[in-house]
Structure formats: C-alpha cells, structure tokens
C-alpha cells in the first residue's frame, strides 16, 4: 500500500488543474508502452491515449470483435479560477478576480495558501502549462470582532464580494506576473486556476486516511489508470477522463461530448465491426463510471439512510437511485459484485435518503450516448468540494483491485 499511495500523492500533487492531469496520466502511461494517437486518420494504436484541452481517453485493444470494457472518471475539480481582467487595486490591497468553478465549498476556501497554475496559449498557436506551488493568494476572513454573531449564524458569503483573494499590497498586474512565470511576453490568453499549495498526506495516528485537495476525483482517474496499465484483459479496454463532470458535462471535452463515442468507433472500425454487429457488441459491454461518494459523516450521522451509508477503508461504494441519477440497474449491481467476490475487493451499496437530493455522474449520460449498460461506483470521502478533503488510505488498493476485475471478466 506504501508504493500505491506514494504514487497516487505523487498525481494528485501534480496535477492542480485538469491540464496537468492529463499531463501526469501522460508520464505514467509512457512509462507502461502506451502512445499518443496524434490522428485518427493513421492506424490506430494497439496500447494509445487521445487528447484533447484537459480531458484524455486511453484504450488497449483487445481481441477482434471482443465487447468493451469501459471506466469513466473526470479530471475537474470545484475550485476558484482567475478571470480574464482579474487586477484590483482597492483600499492598499492587490487582489485578484475569481470566477466560481462548480458546486465550491466556499468557506473551506478562507485563509488558505493558494498557488496558482493553468496554461498559456501564445500567439504562434503553441502553449505551455505553468504551476506556481509558492504561497501567491488567499481569501481572508472578516474577524470575529467585525461580525461577533458568524459563529451562531454561520459564515455567510457573497459569491462576488467576499471571495476575491489578495496577493500582495504592490502587485504587478497579472498578465505581467504570468509573463515572468513563462518567460514569454506573446501571451493570447490563459487558463488559470488557485489552488491549495498543501501536498496530500496521510492523516491520523493510525495512518489510516488521506487529506489532499482533488479527491473528488482525481483519486478515480488514478486508481483508473492503474487498472488498464496493469491488468490482463481479451476485452477492448477504454478508460475516458472527461472534463467539466462539475458543471454539467455539455461540453466538447464533457461526457456529453463526442470524444469516446469517437473513438469507440475508431476502434470498432479498427476490427471491421459491422453496423449490425456493433448493437450486438455493445449491449454485450459495461462502463464502470467511478466518481467519490459521500461517506458517513461522524458528526452528521442522520444524513444518510443507516442501511445505506459507506463507510472510509470498507471498499468502494456501489450507487444505486431509482431516479436514474445514478445508471447502476440490478443486472449491473449483480455483475459487479460477482466481480468483487472474484477478486475479494470489498464493496458496499450507497442509496440517498429520500429526502435528500442525489447527485449525478457520468455514468447515466455515458450509457445514454453509447448505449452501453453503465454501473456507477465511488471511494467514500468526506468533505467533498471542499479545497482540501478526506478519504480512507486503505480504499485506493480497494479500487484498483475492483477496477482491474471490471477489465478482465
């Protein structure tokens, strides 16, 4: 477990943006034989990763004709990112403009030392990522003195006002900031993105937990990554990081997006399945969407359904909701759990309490777009969407282990 979670801190520390984890995902499956099919109008590769902006897909072929195996995660994070004309200068404070990424837990974010990273496109069309680990920016916190009943109340924040970071008290502007940290004046525009500076780390006198920012979900995209470089499988194996999973998926790099239905048919085409055979091979594949799941709350216990509720280092969470939040039917429960049974990966069942609202995932759009039955799972974690959150240190071993069974049966 020592080796798995040092390589899991490893991508989880480099990688503050969706960008740079599609470039960590790169580093490690280079290492494994895989490369980069830069077109599809060249022979497609049997071991190969597509990119595209901050979303990746990566596939092993298997034998002709064999059904897919698919797993599902997303690169994205909720976080602050800075705007196109972020400077402010206001009463002797240097600050930056922020745009709200996604479903923030927004008080998690005060007094916390915040780097800044992204990309940089130039004017020549060519661009670099950049990650600045130093501790640039944060949001401070109106004192207790200036607002004696926050405490009773609780922190109650405007999502414009009061959460613009500062970053010093005679900052240079940002874009001349940006320069410097690329060396390059021809700047055509940016992403940038802040982000907790503390690197992951084990936590509690056990050693039993992992506290680091980008659980949800990075910890899946590894843990998926793991499986295909690693496992044994006849299956035609995909796994797709997708993009903007927090706010909704429609985009180009979204799981609503064409990038897997793509190259589902580049791989189809790639073993001259037929029109007809295609219907019959895919109903014969299964998508295993993995995104983090709410774990139960110690101090918030009356929150899940007791017979329901996952719990950290007990294996990943199987989602069920009959609402179709979440696409695991009861054909798909049952493969899984075969799965996990064969390869003696715990696993445990996770249903939102009637009067909470469930979340969604990938999964459901995947299987509608490809017409593959999809089953939705997910590491126990708490504190999700907050700038830094907490799982169990045992449950990355439990994933791997349950993912590299979906890809061999």
Same mark, same amino acid.
């Given at each position: 477990?020592?080796?798995?979670?040092?390589?899991?801190?490893?991508?989880?520390?480099?990688?503050?943006?969706?960008?740079?984890?599609?470039?960590?995902?790169?580093?490690?499956?280079?290492?494994?034989?895989?490369?980069?099919?830069?077109?599809?109008?060249?022979?497609?590769?049997?071991?190969?990763?597509?990119?595209?902006?901050?979303?990746?897909?990566?596939?092993?072929?298997?034998?002709?004709?064999?059904?897919?195996?698919?797993?599902?995660?997303?690169?994205?994070?909720?976080?602050?990112?800075?705007?196109?004309?972020?400077?402010?200068?206001?009463?002797?404070?240097?600050?930056?403009?922020?745009? !709200?990424?996604?479903?923030?837990?927004?008080?998690?974010?005060?007094?916390?030392?915040?780097?800044?990273?992204?990309?940089?496109?130039?004017?020549?069309?060519?661009?670099?990522?950049?990650?600045?680990?130093?501790?640039?920016?944060?949001?401070?916190?109106?004192?207790?003195?200036?607002?004696?009943?926050?405490?009773?109340?609780?922190?109650?924040?405007?999502?414009?006002?009061?959460?613009?970071?500062?970053?010093?008290?005679?900052?240079?502007?940002?874009?001349?900031?940006?320069?410097?940290?690329?060396?390059?004046?021809?700047? &055509?525009?940016?992403?940038?993105?802040?982000?907790?500076?503390?690197? &992951?780390?084990?936590?509690?006198?056990?050693?039993?937990?992992?506290?680091? &920012?980008?659980?949800?979900?990075?910890?899946?995209?590894?843990?998926?990554?793991?499986? !295909?470089?690693?496992?044994?499988?006849?299956?035609?194996?995909?796994?797709?990081?997708?993009?903007?999973?927090?706010?909704?998926?429609?985009?180009?790099?979204?799981?609503?997006?064409?990038?897997?239905?793509?190259?589902?048919?580049?791989?189809?085409?790639?073993?001259?399945?037929?029109?007809?055979?295609?219907?019959?091979?895919?109903?014969?594949?299964?998508?295993?969407?993995?995104?983090?799941?709410?774990?139960?709350?110690?101090?918030?216990?009356?929150?899940?359904?007791?017979?329901?509720?996952?719990?950290?280092?007990?294996?990943?969470?199987?989602?069920?909701?009959?609402?179709?939040?979440?696409?695991?039917?009861?054909?798909?429960?049952?493969? !899984?759990?075969?799965?996990?049974?064969?390869?003696?990966?715990?696993?445990?069942?996770?249903?939102?309490?009637?009067?909470?609202?469930?979340?969604?995932?990938?999964?459901?759009?995947?299987?509608?777009?490809?017409?593959?039955?999809?089953?939705? !799972?997910?590491?126990?974690?708490?504190?999700?969407?907050? &700038?830094?959150?907490?799982?169990?240190?045992?449950?990355?071993?439990?994933?791997?282990?349950?993912?590299?069974?979906?890809?061999?049966?």
């Amino acid at each position: 477990m020592v080796n798995s979670l040092s390589s899991l801190f490893r991508f989880l520390d480099e990688s503050p943006t969706p960008f740079h984890v599609v470039a960590s995902s790169v580093s490690l499956l280079e290492q494994k034989g895989f490369a980069h099919q830069k077109s599809f109008s060249d022979e497609l590769l049997t071991k190969g990763y597509f990119i595209r902006d901050g979303a990746i897909i990566v596939w092993s072929l298997g034998a002709k004709k064999a059904p897919l195996r698919v797993i599902g995660a997303h690169t994205d994070s909720p976080n602050l990112r800075v705007q196109p004309n972020p400077n402010i200068h206001n009463a002797g404070w240097s600050q930056l403009g922020i745009e !709200i990424y996604g479903g923030v837990l927004l008080n998690s974010w005060l007094d916390r030392d915040l780097g800044i990273a992204g990309r940089v496109l130039f004017t020549d069309g060519t661009s670099t990522l950049f990650a600045d680990h130093s501790a640039i920016a944060r949001v401070p916190q109106l004192a207790i003195h200036l607002d004696r009943e926050v405490n009773e109340r609780g922190v109650q924040l405007d999502k414009h006002q009061h959460t613009v970071p500062v970053w010093g008290t005679n900052a240079p502007s940002f874009q001349e900031w940006l320069s410097g940290k690329v060396n390059r004046t021809d700047i &055509a525009f940016y992403d940038a993105h802040l982000f907790d500076i503390n690197p &992951a780390t084990l936590l509690g006198v056990d050693n039993s937990l992992i506290a680091s &920012a980008r659980l949800d979900n990075q910890l899946s995209c590894w843990s998926a990554l793991q499986a !295909i470089t690693s496992a044994e499988s006849e299956y035609n194996v995909i796994v797709v990081l997708n993009d903007h999973e927090e706010v909704g998926s429609e985009s180009m790099t979204g799981a609503a997006g064409p990038m897997l239905e793509s190259v589902v048919e580049a791989i189809l085409n790639h073993h001259s399945v037929s029109p007809m055979e295609k219907h019959d091979l895919l109903a014969a594949s299964w998508c295993l969407s993995a995104d983090n799941a709410h774990a139960v709350h110690p101090n918030y216990q009356e929150r899940h359904d007791p017979r329901h509720g996952p719990r950290v280092n007990e294996g990943a969470a199987l989602k069920l909701n009959g609402n179709q939040r979440y696409a695991t039917t009861a054909r798909g429960a049952a493969h !899984i759990r075969n799965i996990a049974k064969a390869v003696d990966a715990p696993l445990q069942v996770f249903v939102s309490r009637n009067n909470m609202p469930c979340g969604s995932t990938i999964g459901p759009i995947t299987s509608t777009r490809l017409g593959i039955e999809a089953i939705d !799972i997910g590491a126990p974690q708490l504190s999700m969407h907050s &700038a830094r959150e907490l799982s169990g240190a045992q449950d990355p071993d439990h994933l791997v282990s349950l993912m590299s069974g979906f890809i061999a049966r």
